[in-house]
């Protein structure tokens, strides 16, 4: 089976413009979870997805949004993109147990 | 407040030698406790994962312990190589509203010398 994939794995920006990442989780599986992760503050819970309904989220501004397609692939959107929103943003998907996350690569963004 | 607390928050060793992480945690509920390694640049990779019930947990040179009761865990990493080289994320999962719930430790970057 493939694992998680995510696109792009790399995106630079500048302040004030928007960003779309996306997520495929592996075959059958069908939760989504996004997380950042910058160094000061380790990984930061974004929201978590399911059958295309938000089961889950985090403590994050508006700005931060996404949703999740029949197919199970999520999209998370960031609009007004801040400096402080440079980070690894990361996408895991829920295993067959229900408990095991599988993340993937990971997308880089750097906002200028 | 739920929290997850690793220790050292970094950690030099030579290769060949043996290190043990540390992770504190004060969720409740509790269901489970993961370790995972994460790769520079890299999403993180479940090495371990532990239920209420589990004292230990082996995956190769990787050994986890976990004592429910001070809400301890530790990861024993044997004959460390250089591929070690990475952050150790302690995760613990609970159950809370019918949903699961994954609180996230800042990790512990190690750093295996030739």
């Known amino acids: 089976k493939a694992g998680v994939t995510q696109t792009p794995r790399y995106l630079i920006k500048t302040r004030g413009q928007q960003v779309t990442l996306s997520c495929s989780p592996i075959s059958g599986h069908r939760s989504v979870s996004w997380y950042q992760q910058t160094p000061g503050q380790g990984l930061q819970f974004l929201f978590e997805y399911f059958s295309e309904t938000q089961r889950n989220k985090g403590n994050f501004p508006g700005r931060f949004s996404g949703r999740q397609f029949s197919n199970s692939r999520s999209e998370m959107n960031v609009s007004t993109l801040e400096l402080g929103d440079s980070a690894l943003y990361l996408c895991?998907?829920?295993?067959?147990?229900?408990?095991?996350?599988?993340f993937g690569p990971g997308t880089r963004l750097l906002v200028l | 407040k739920n929290q997850v607390e690793q220790s050292p928050q970094s950690l030099i060793i030579l290769e060949g030698k043996n290190c043990t992480l540390q992770c504190n945690y004060t969720v409740s509920p509790f269901s489970n406790l993961r370790w995972y390694k994460q790769d520079t640049g890299r999403g993180p990779v479940s090495l371990t994962i532990m239920t209420f019930s589990e004292n230990t947990k082996s995956n190769g040179r990787y050994t986890a312990t976990l004592d429910a009761d001070t809400k301890q865990s530790s990861l024993h990493i044997t004959a460390s190589q250089l591929s070690d080289s990475a952050s150790y994320i302690c995760?613990?999962?609970?159950?809370?509203?019918?949903?699961?719930?994954?609180?996230f430790g800042t990790g512990t970057r190690l750093k295996v010398l030739a």
């Open positions: 895991a998907s829920r295993g067959q147990d229900g408990e095991t996350q599988y």
């Open positions: 995760v613990v999962g609970g159950i809370t509203s019918g949903t699961y719930k994954y609180i």
